[in-house]
């Protein structure tokens, strides 16, 4: 037979032998939000788990669980063999640790397939996730790494993640780019996964000297980034990058290759027309929509985005937090010198 195991214990275990997750979950849910890692095997589709939810809802318990066993028995050999090919240990979850998952387990052990199934399922976890985020002690020193739209953050963050640096991407967590053109072409997460993914780095981090991220505001599209880390920022320094607007425009088209989503970013454009001068406004639209990307990028920067970037950042740096200014020439020459600031950052802290 198998066994429950409660999520504090399970986390624990995945540090010393690779587990693999199991949702058995519909599609839908497992879409929605699951826990990071995990595989999904549905015990029923999306269409199946509503035709069942309403059987138990407009007939009752015992009607639901005969039809969900009509379904189950008809594909039990692929349902097996999918378990099968998953080497190691293997823990199954549903929504609450409920019918799904037991059902899931007790069909596994009567096949020889050992599994345990995850006590409370991810309702379990999620209340765990939460209480995590509102707790947590986070002691790293964070690095801050800001600088007007298209200065190239998100790369810089990413080079130096590859280099072992703790990195903390957070519009990667949120599918997100933060400004009203931020979701295109990107698939945004919700906030359960957001928080989730966060609290994955976090942990992860939570030993290191410094961490490093980009300066967010406190919503980052839907999603809101929990204190535990956005308070942080006022004990920690700052990176602010410049550099050209040809360069901030070069990178933005590569970001956003806005030949692939016309439509989609005359549409984010018209969510802010009315607050750019109605000249510019209408030479921007032009621009947009006759494939004109790099004077429209151009304009935005300089009627929009900087304006607004000079705006929120004369009041963004709180009292305490240490700022150190980058100007570059090129990407590269930012990432090189972004680089010696963390290292000067580092010697400054250590006394050196």
Not at 187 to 194: D, L
Not at 297 to 321: F, I, K, M, N
Request: proline share 5%; glycine share 8%.
């Amino acid at each position: 037979m198998f066994t429950d195991i409660p999520w504090t214990e399970l986390s624990e275990k995945r540090h010393d032998k690779p587990v693999t997750l199991i949702d058995v979950r519909s599609p839908g849910e497992f879409s929605n939000a699951t826990i990071p890692g995990s595989v999904n095997i549905p015990l029923f589709d999306d269409a199946e788990r509503a035709e069942v939810g309403t059987i138990y809802t407009q007939v009752g318990t015992d009607a639901a669980k005969e039809r969900g066993l009509e379904l189950v028995s008809a594909k039990l050999p692929a349902f097996i063999k999918q378990f099968s090919a998953i080497p190691g240990d293997k823990v199954v979850f549903c929504w609450r640790g409920g019918m799904r998952s037991k059902t899931t387990a007790t069909v596994l052990s009567l096949m020889g397939i050992y599994s345990q199934r995850l006590a409370g399922g991810y309702r379990a976890y999620r209340r765990w996730v939460t209480e995590q985020l509102e707790t947590l002690a986070f002691s790293p020193t964070p690095i801050v790494l800001q600088g007007s739209t298209g200065s190239g953050k998100t790369q810089i963050l990413m080079r130096l993640k590859q280099e072992g640096r703790p990195v903390i991407d957070l519009e990667g967590m949120a599918g997100h780019r933060g400004s009203i053109f931020g979701g295109i072409g990107l698939r945004p997460n919700n906030q359960k996964t957001f928080d989730s993914l966060l609290l994955d780095a976090l942990l992860e981090y939570r030993d290191e000297q410094f961490v490093l991220f980009e300066a967010e505001s406190k919503r980052i599209g839907k999603i809101v980034v929990p204190d535990v880390l956005y308070s942080s920022r006022s004990r920690g320094y700052q990176i602010t990058l410049e550099l050209p607007v040809e360069v901030r425009a070069a990178q933005i088209l590569r970001d956003y290759e806005p030949w692939k989503h016309e439509q989609d970013c005359i549409d984010a454009f018209s969510r802010i027309r009315e607050r750019i001068h109605t000249p510019v406004a209408a030479e921007i639209d032009g621009c947009l929509r006759t494939g004109r990307y790099a004077p429209a990028v151009e304009l935005l920067l300089a009627h929009y985005y900087d304006p607004l970037y000079a705006h929120s950042s004369a009041s963004a740096l709180e009292p305490g937090v240490r700022n150190l200014t980058v100007q570059a020439v090129s990407a590269d020459d930012a990432y090189l010198k972004t680089k010696l600031a963390i290292e000067s950052i580092a010697d400054h802290s250590s006394g050196n």
